[in-house]
């Protein structure tokens, strides 16, 4: 079983840089062919997929949130980290860590000041 953890600050003012990071835990995120990826859930609203990072290391982005959005990964803690640039109120929302059909349990992030 892969397990998924989320992590890091539940408050963003706007205008600044969100960061989260998934620990995993069951799986090495170097394994072939598979995924990680970053999904979110604004408050009232469906899921949004942000992006993902592959087992080789490459990032692919959701078109809309592409100039905002940095996916990178740390082998050595088998973790993999969100960057979200410019964050303005309507990026707040809970934040998941995917290895399908594996979540992470989610991490709330309000943007406010």
């Known amino acids: 079983q892969v397990l998924l953890e989320e992590s890091g600050p539940g408050l963003v003012k706007p205008s600044q840089t969100l960061s989260l990071t998934c620990t995993v835990s069951?799986?090495?995120?170097?394994?072939?062919?598979?995924?990680w990826h970053w999904v979110r859930q604004p408050p009232g609203k469906g899921l949004e997929w942000i992006g993902r990072?592959?087992?080789?290391?490459?990032?692919i982005y959701s078109p809309s949130l592409k100039s905002r959005t940095s996916i990178s990964r740390n082998t050595s803690k088998n973790q993999f980290t969100l960057q979200l640039s410019s964050v303005t109120p309507e990026d707040t929302a809970v934040y998941y860590c995917v290895r399908l059909p594996d979540w992470g349990q989610g991490t709330q992030v309000t943007v406010s000041s």
């Open positions: 990072m592959s087992f080789s290391g490459s990032p």
């Open positions: 069951g799986a090495s995120i170097t394994t072939n062919y598979y995924f």
